[in-house]
Structures are given as C-alpha cells and as structure tokens.
C-alpha cells in the first residue's frame, strides 16, 4: 500500500558502537569513517537510570543530559550503518543498555598507556553477549606491546578478535569496521550450522 | 554536583553545528532537497517557513554575540562587521573569566543551555502516547495524512513533519532540531498516535541481520 509517501526506499537500520575509556579516541574514529561530520545527539536521564546513576548529592536533579556522538555511513540503497559513540563515564551505563538494544556489534577502543579504561565496556559487552572486536589505538608516544601482551592483560577470549589502529586515519578505522562485521558474520554462521 | 559531559560543559569544543555556517542556509537547503518552489503553494510551506525564521533568528543572535565580543564589553554600541556577513566566534574560550569580566559565572549564552526546559514543549510528558523508537528507526512523513493537517501541532512537531519528508533515523532527527532524544520520542508519539508518520524499526534484538546484509556491509566498506 502506498500512502504517497516519500518514493525513496526505507532503507535498513545497522547500529555499531564505539566504545572506550575517556579518550581513546571514540569521536575520532566516528569522525574519519562518517559521511557526515559527526553530530550529537542528547539523552536525558530517566527513571530508568536512577538505579545506576549516582546522584548522591543532587537528589532533587531530577534529569541530566548526556551528549553522544554519532555518524552515517551508507552502503548503497538499502544499508545505513551508524556509529555511535557511548558515553564515556560509567554513570552513564543505563544509556548504553537502550543504545545497545539491536547492536549489530562493539568496537572496543583501547589506548595501552591506559588499558584498564576500557575494561569496563569490555565486562559490558561480554556479558550482554554482544559481539565485539578490540582495536588498541595506537598513539604515537606510547610503547607498543605485542598482541599477544595486550590479549593476556585484557584478559580476552581467544574468538575475540584484537586489531591495531589509528583512529585518526579513515583507511584503518574502515579496516576496523570490517574485522568487526567479518568478526559478527563468522558468530551468525557458526551459529546457523 | 559533577558537571555533566554534556555541551554545557565549559571546556568542551563548541559543538561544530553544520547549520552555522554563515554561507549556509538549511531552510533553503532543505527546501531545494525537498523540491519545494518558494512562491507556489504547496503543503509543507509551514514548515519550511518555520525553518526559515528559525535560522533567521540565530543568524540574528550570532551576530549580536560575535559583535559583543569582538568589542570586549557590553556598551551597547552594536555594528555589524562591515557588512560582510563573516562573524567568527571569539578566539577565547567561553568560561575564561578573565576574558569576560562582566560574567560572574562560566555557562553564558549557548553554553547555558536551553532556556526552556527540554521537556517543556512535551507539557512534561516523559514517555511517547504511543510506539516505542530506537535511536536508529526511519521516520517518514505520511504525506497523504499531511495534507489535511492544521489543528493541535507545535511547532516542533511540524519540523519533525518537514525533515522526515524523506527517511530519516530517530537519533538525526534529534540532531537536526537541537532536542534531546526523550523529547523527540514523546513527540514522535503524538505523531504516529495520528498516523502522521510511519515507523520503519531496526532488525529485532538478538537477531543478526541476514549473512548476505553482513557480506554487502563489508564489500560496502572496503568500497567506501
């Protein structure tokens, strides 16, 4: 049935996010990968996050706003990809339970000068079963570990594919963005055998 | 009280809105996307109008703004940059109090954020009349339902009507109007409550999107 609408195709909806302790380089890897500049969006704080919130101090506060950053790539008429990249602060956990909903998967960025920053997303995704891959954001001042010592800290299952990258350029944060679909389609077929 | 990270934060980088452009006008560029011709009635031209004093209205209280800075006080004496149109935001940070003293606190003008409280234009409805929206579901506009439209919509829904002419997810919609995304849901569902928009919701939780989705989305990247 058509109701006059608009005669573009609807196309399907992929959500990927990004996640990572407080600079590791989340909104620049949206940044070089989208199509569009990044745009942000704001959450308010609902009820929902009362529990996970802290608010000791500001119990009258009712909402706080938290802004995320997002961008849009399209893959011919029928896919949009957008990324989304998840709060950083802990308080903010109850929003990822909402952006997580319907993920097609996570980037974990972790920065090695301060690995244990992206630990907590790393908990988070594992235990909500969403597939992720780790991409260690290599900055230029910090000593380089091989995979294997970054694996062992982490603490990573062996399935869990650990990428190297700079955020910073387009071609890498892509390759990213592959190994992580590449990582999901290996899990789907397993998964349909 | 922690700051919250938001864009209210002093110290954090403005926000890089794309509509602030001075060479740019969204109202007419999203009129020229829409294929709307200025001067021929056709539905829709609300909004677009909407859109338009919208844009005016900033462009107007930028330039008040850059003027007050570039002059280091408040006097009073406005002018208007030679007329070139150009009004750079000012090299200081915002919040920079020796900068600005006649400030008494750090969040000034935009920084302090709305002043009506987001949910104000929701009549503090926090939760949609009906549907449930991802933050990557499509909008569309149900141009048929559109034409006879008129009575018991703000402004904003409006705006949602004339942006989601063409899909558009949940989470840009929110972006191109400055709302938080609780607001744009409760608005959303006054909509689809009225049949005015479809939704289009992303695959189902749990369910990975058909192999051959996944194998287009990566020839779609190494192609990109």
Redo the contacts between chains.
């Keep these: 049935m058509d109701y006059g609408r608009s005669s573009r195709p609807v196309p399907t909806a992929i959500k990927i996010l990004v996640a990572g302790g407080f600079g590791a380089g989340k909104t620049t890897l949206v940044g070089a990968v989208s199509e569009i500049r990044p745009l942000q969006t704001e959450e308010s704080l609902t009820a929902a996050g009362v529990g996970t919130d802290d608010l000791t101090g500001v119990e009258r506060k009712s909402t706080t706003t938290v802004a995320m950053d997002f961008g849009r790539i399209t893959i011919g008429q029928d896919v949009v990809l957008y990324l989304f990249g998840t709060p950083g602060q802990d308080r903010f956990w109850f929003l990822w339970d909402e952006l997580a909903l319907g993920a097609l998967g996570a980037v974990v960025l972790a920065d090695t000068r301060r690995l244990a920053d992206c630990f907590p997303s790393i908990d988070y995704f594992e235990r909500r079963g969403t597939p992720f891959v780790v991409a260690v954001n290599c900055f230029d001042d910090a000593s380089s570990y091989t995979e294997a010592e970054v694996r062992e800290a982490l603490d990573l299952d062996g399935h869990v594919p650990l990428l190297l990258c700079d955020a910073r350029d387009r071609e890498s944060s892509k390759a990213v963005l592959i190994g992580l679909v590449e990582h999901v389609l290996t899990l789907s077929t397993a998964r349909s055998r | 009280?922690?700051t919250?990270?938001?864009?209210?934060a002093a110290g954090q980088p403005d926000?890089?809105d794309?509509g602030r452009d001075p060479g740019r006008d969204p109202g007419r560029e999203l009129s020229r996307e829409l294929g709307l011709e200025v001067g021929r009635e056709v539905p829709g031209r609300a909004e677009q109008q909407w859109v338009e004093q919208q844009w005016a209205e900033q462009q107007r209280a930028d330039q008040y703004r850059a003027t007050w800075s570039a002059q280091g006080a408040p006097d009073g004496q406005f002018e208007h940059g030679g007329g070139s149109g150009e009004h750079a935001w000012p090299e200081q940070r915002r919040g920079d109090l020796s900068a600005e003293p006649w400030t008494d606190h750090t969040w000034v003008d935009r920084d302090a954020?709305p002043v009506v409280r987001?949910?104000a234009m929701t009549g503090g409805r926090?939760t949609p009349v009906s549907g449930s929206f991802?933050?990557?579901?499509?909008v569309?506009?149900?141009?048929?339902?559109l034409a006879d439209v008129g009575y018991g919509l703000q402004p904003e829904h409006r705006a949602i009507l004339a942006y989601a002419?063409?899909?558009l997810?949940v989470?840009?919609l929110?972006?191109h109007l400055d709302?938080?995304?609780?607001?744009v849901r409760v608005l959303l569902g006054d909509l689809l409550g009225q049949g005015l928009i479809?939704m289009?919701h992303?695959?189902?939780?749990g369910e990975?999107?058909s192999?051959s989705?996944?194998?287009?989305?990566?020839n779609?990247?190494?192609a990109?």
């Design positions: 009280m922690t919250p990270p938001g864009r209210h926000r890089g794309p954020g987001p949910y926090v991802d933050v990557v579901a499509m569309v506009a149900n141009r048929a339902a002419r063409d899909p997810a989470a840009e929110a972006s709302l938080a995304l609780g607001v479809e289009y992303p695959p189902v939780a990975l999107p192999e989705i996944l194998k287009a989305v990566i779609g990247l190494r990109l």
